[in-house]
């Protein structure tokens, strides 16, 4: 661990698998905590989620959905239906001040390590859990996938084409802002513990983490009961505001006030746009979007992606283009702020994974550790223990969510 960083001392039993939990124990770990991932023997889900796999010089393969969310943790492999492997976790918990786990409601009480005894055993213990539908009402012992939260909260009936059937998110929005919630929840129980002693139970769940993310929606429904559909790239509330086509691509283009109305058609070099009462105002093009669009879209085509973006930027209109990952990743701005690193690898030789998200006195986190391969550090931690560092097993884990 490096001493300075924020939760250097921190320990973390990580009881997780997949990806909620996953990247949540991954941010503790860049923000400086002692990750120990406990994986059952065969090892976390995802390891076998593939392809694709990247492959090592020897022929040993990783999958690229584990390597994105398991950097700066260590690995034990450890099997809790067996006595020892259950003694070893209690040990680590022990040792612990925080305690993350996505299993079923009720898996964890079962092998006695729930929030009531674990907290009459450890009184400064942070103990997060994720789940599917929360740790009571109807839907408690469902399990949770993201796909599933996605539609049950509602976000799948609002995303997508205008008109066009239930779209989900590209990327597991419910699991990743789930990750993200409970690791705020764990920060702050870490840091109300500073004040009262005492530790904490803290939870999330993927379905109201999606009805949070749906924000001003869910509010627009909440004030007027109106139900909102799919608006493809255009936003419901401001205009112009979305994905423009171009004479040889596309480009977002967000004139999100009156002001930069006014500097857009200028950079457009088109005065009677600017000029025409409907839409001096937002409002105005809000309710004659139809309008606008029949005039500005054959005016956005005349121009080249790079002649319309430095026309915009010159103007001081925010605007990007629509990249895929390989122009994400070649972009200049991208490559000078190091968000691709490169780590070393105990099988693959070397591996790049992305840079933790945070700049803490203007300076990048760094990746101490390369994502584990399974049980990679099981002989190390389980000295560090006390025990026996021989503890193994074959034997299923409990179902996660």
Known sequence: MTPDLPLSGVRVAD??????GPLCTMLLGDLGADVIKVEPPGGDDTRAWGPPFQTGPDGARESSYFLSVNRNKRSVTLDLKAQEGLEAARRLIAGSDVLVENFRPGTLERLGLGWEDLHAAHPRLIYASITGFGL?????????YDVVAQGMGGLMSYNGEAGGEPLRVGVAVADVYSGALITQAILAALYARERTGRGARVDVNLLESV????????????????????????????????TFPCADGFVNIAVGNDALWRRFCAALNDPDLGADARFTTNEGRVTHRADLDHLLLPALARHTRADLMTRLEVAGVPCGPVNDLSDVFNDPHVQARGVAVPVPHPTLGETTVTSPPW??????????????????????????????????????????D
């Open 359 to 400: 700049r803490f006195g203007g300076e990048a986190l760094p990746v101490r550790l390369a994502p584990p391969t399974p049980g990679q550090h099981t002989r190390e931690v389980l000295s560090e223990l006390g025990l026996s560092p021989e503890i193994s097993s074959a034997a299923p884990a409990p179902e996660p």
């Open 211 to 242: 009805i949070a993310l749906g924000s001003s929606q869910v509010g627009r429904y909440l004030a007027t009961g109106e139900v909102p559909v799919p608006t493809g790239n255009d936003h419901r509330s401001i205009v112009p505001y979305g």
């Open 15 to 20: 009881f997780t698998r997949v990806l909620t």
């Open 136 to 144: 009571s009402g109807p839907y408690r012992d469902r399990a949770g």
